[in-house]
C-alpha cells in the first residue's frame, strides 16, 4: 500500500512495529513503533504518559515527512 | 566467392616415422614436429611434445590454448578457396604461468565432462622459452609455436581426400523468404592488453573494432586467441574455428531466420570507449537491418558492462536480443552473478556458475609445468588434496564455461 | 519399530493449541512430542518422528525476534548436547500460511537453528507472505495456501521436502513445490547454448513466450518521494491497516484477507473513543485498541499538534483496511486507490500506520 501512494509522488511515512516487513513492502520512510496490538500506545502507562508516548511517534513521523531520503530509511 | 572445408575424422593418434594420415589414424613424428617449431622460433629453450587421449589417467596443467589443426589448400583470401581441417584433433598449449588463468584439462573423471578437450586426441607442447624474455615475448613464442604446430599436422592432409566436405557461401538475403526474421551476430572480443588479446588476420584486436566481418572469413579461422583470461570462458582458438553459433546462424539461414551477418566488436579497458565501441556496435547492426542479435562474449567482469551497454542500445533501437554469459555466483551460488546487468538483458543464456567447485579425481599422468599448478585461478593453496585429488572452481577449467555456447553446461535457481 | 528421523517441529501459539490472539505474546516453550499440525506431519510421513514441539506467541517473536531466538536455541540447546544419542536431524516450521508474523517467526527460528546446531531446516508459507522475501535465501519455504483450509496440502509439501533434503535426494523448486533460494546450480541441459541462444531469439522475435535462463536481480523500490518543506502548511491524511473502522464496521471489512477500504469522515472529530470506533483486524489482539482506537491510528495526538500548528490542515477523510493476510495485490490496488483520491483532494502528505 505504502509503495503505490510514494509511487504518485505523495510523501509517506510508514509507522509500523515490525520493520522488516516495512522494508520488505518498500517504505522509504520509516517509523518503528511499540507494539503490534498498539502501535501507537501502551497500556502499561498512565493516560498521560501514554498521550505523550503517542504525540511523540507523531512528531517523529512528521519530521520524517519533513525529512528528505534517498533510500529507505529508519527514523 | 566460396569457402569449401574438407573434414578429416581422426580416431587416433600416435607417435611414428612419417606425420600422415593413415585410415583415420594420424601418425606424428615427433622429432619432425620438434626441429620444426625449434628451428621456427629461437626463442624456444626447450620443448617437451606428449599425447593425451580420451580416457586416459591424464591431467594436462598450466594450458594456454587449444587449436585445431588445418591446412589452407587454396584461395589467396580470408574467406575464399579450400581449407582442410582434422577434426578430433588439437594441439594444446603450455608454458609456464604468465596471465594466472592458465587452466587445465582432465582427459577422464569428472573434470574430464567439463571440457571439449577430454574428447579430443590432443598433441601437448610443453614450452620453455629462453631466459629474459617480456611476459609478452613469452606468450607470442607459445601462441606463434600453436599455430606452426597445427599447420605442420594439417599439411599432412594438403592433398588427401577429405571424408566430408562442405560449401559455405556468403548467406544469401534476395533468396531468402522476407517473412523470416532477420537476424545479426554481435561477436564480441576480449582485447585489454595485458595478454588479454585477441587477434583478428593476426591482428591485434585493440585497433580496429567493431567492424562488419564476412562469416566465410570466420569460417576460415580469422580469429585466433592471445588470451590470458580465466580458462572457462577464455574463447580458445579451437573454439572460434568450430563457433558453433556461427554454425547454427548458417544452418538455420533460409529456413527459420535470415542471417544477415556478424559484427566484430572488442571489450576495451575505458569507459568513453566501451560507451564508443558499443555505439558504434549497435549502428552495424542497425545497418544489416536486423531484427533480432545474439551476443556472445569473452571473459567475465567488465565485459558484463560492455555486454549490458549492447543488450540495452540494441533493445532500445527496436532490435531484440539474446546474450550468452557465464555466472560468477559464489561457490554456493548465493550471489548476484553478474558485475553488471540491465532490465532490458530478458533473454539470457546462462553456460554455469564458474565458481561452482568440484572435487576432481587423482589422475595418473600430469603433464604441463606441475609446480603453478595451485597457482591457476580457480584454485587456491589447499587445493591439492594429500590423496592428489583436486578441487578447483570451475573456472580453473579450459572451455568449462565456455561464452560462444559450445557447451551444454547451464546453471538455474534452486 | 522406530521412526528413521527424529525431527523437531516449531509452531505458534494457536496451532500449539495453547491459544488465540489473546496469548499472542506467549513465551517460547517445549513440548515433549507432536502437537496439532504435527499429529498431520507424523501420519503423513511415518518414517518421521516428531520428538519435541516449540511452541511461541506470535507477537513475542515478532516484537522481540532476538531475544526470542535466543530463548529458543537455548531451549533446544539439551538436545544437541555432545553426548546425546539420537539428536535431531531437521526442524520442521509452521506451515505459516499467509500469516506474516507467524512466517517472520518460523523463517528467523529456522535460520538460527540450521545455523547454531547444523541441522536441516525447513518451513512453509504461502508464496506471498511477507517473511517468504526475508528468509527464502536463508531457508527452504514450501509453498502452503494462505489459510488453515489448505493445511493438509500444504502438510504434505513441506514433508516431503524435508523427507527429500533428509534422504539427499536432487530437488528442484517446480517439481518440489518451494521458493526458489536464489542459489545457482550449475545442470547439464540437453542442448548447448548456442542452440538454446537462437531458440530462445527465434520466440523473442515470434513473440513467443521463453524463459530467461538467469533473471536480473530486481529490485521494485519507488524513489522517495520529496520532503515536506513545511509541515505547517501541509494537509496531512491518515492512512491504517490496522483495521480502525466506525463502530458496527459498516463497511463490513474482512477480518482477514480484506477485499476492500474503507473511507471515513473524521470531521470535527477530536479523538477516537471506544465508543464511536473498532479495529476490524483480526490478526491481532483487539482488547487495547478497542480500549482506544488512538493507540492504532493515533487522531488525538494529530489533532493536537494540528492545534499547535505542526500540522497544515489535517484531511476530512481517513482511509482503513485490514492487513491480515491481506494480499499484496490487493493491498497494492487499494494503496493506489486511495492515493488518487488523496491527490484529488489536494493532499501532500501521508502517515499510514501498520499494526
Redesign the interface.
Known sequence: ??????????????????I???K???A??IVP?I???????D?DLGPEE??KL??D???K??KA?????????IF | MAMVIGSFQVENIEFGQETALRDKNLIVNKEALHNFLTMKDDRIQSLDITLAKPEESTRIICVKDVIEPWCKVSGNNPGEGVKHVLKNVAIVTCGKIVGFQEGIIDMSGSGA?YTPFSKTLNVVLEIEVVPSLTPHQHEEVVRLSGFAAAQFLGAAVRTSESDVVETFDTPDASSVSPDL?K?AYVYMLLSQGLLHDTYVFGQNAQKGLPRPISPLALLDGAITSGNCVSACDKNTTWHHQNN??L???YQ?HGK??NFVGVVLTDEPVRLEAKQASAEKTIELVKSLGA????ISKEGFGNPDADQMMLIRGLEESGI??????D?Y?GA???S???AD???E?????????AN?RVILPPLKRLTGPIKDLTHLAGAYPQSLHDDGSLEIE?QGIIGST????????????? | MSATYRVLHCLNQFFAGIGGEEK?STAPCLFEGPKGPGNLLQGLFPDMEVAATIAFGD?YV??NTDRAVREILEILAPFFEPLKTEKPVMLIAGPAFNA??YG?ACGAICKAVAARYEIQVVTSMFPQN??V??YR?DVYITKAGEDVMSMQESMRNLGSLGMKLLSGEM???AKDDYI???????????????????D???K???GEP?A???????F???K????????GK?K?AL?T??GIVPNGNPDRIAAANAQRFGTYSIEGVSAFTPQSHQTAHGG??????N??P?????L???R??EAEG??GILHDFYYA?V?NATS?AS??????S???K??REG?????????
Open positions: 500500500m505504502v509503495k503505490e501512494i510514494e509511487r504518485t509522488g505523495l510523501t509517506v511515512v510508514h509507522c509500523c512495529s515490525i522488516p516487513i516495512s520488505t513492502v518498500g522509504n520512510r513503533t507494539a503490534i496490538p498498539y502501535p501507537f500506545g497500556p501514554e498521550k503517542r504525540k511517534l507523531v512528531k513521523a512528521l515527512l519533513a525529512t528528505s531520503v534517498e533510500q529507505q530509511t | 565432462l526474421p537476424v558453433l553459433l554454425q547454427e546462424l538455420r527459420e531466420l531484427d533480432g542479435a545474439v531484440k536480443t539474446v546474450s550468452i554469459t555466472e555466483a554456493d551460488g548465493s548476484q552473478s553478474l546487468v540491465t532490465p538483458a530478458d533473454a539470457v543464456i546462462s553456460v554455469g556458475n561452482e570451475l565456455n561464452e560462444l555456447g559450445s557447451h551444454t553446461l547451464s546453471a538455474r535457481e534452486v | 499472542a507477537n515478532a516484537e506474516g508474523r517472520l511477507p517473511a522475501n526475508e535465501k530437488i528442484l523448486p526458489p533460494r536464489g542459489l545457482r546450480k550449475n545442470y547439464f541441459h540437453s542442448q548447448p547454448g548456442a542452440t538454446r541462444a537462437i530462445m531469439l527465434l523473442k522475435l515470434k521463453f530467461t535462463e538467469y533473471s536480473m536481480p530486481t521494485d523500490r519507488v522517495p518521494a520529496p520532503a515536506i518543506k513545511n509541515m501541509a496531512l492512512v491497516s490496522g491481532y489482539d483487539p482488547t487495547f485498541a480500549a482506544n488512538n493507540r492504532v491510528l493515533p488525538d495526538a494529530v493536537e499538534l505542526a500540522i483496511t492487513g499484496v493491498a497494492g490496488k487499494f494503496g493506489e486511495i492515493a488518487r488523496l491527490i493532499v501532500q502528505a501521508v502517515i499510514l500506520t501498520s499494526t
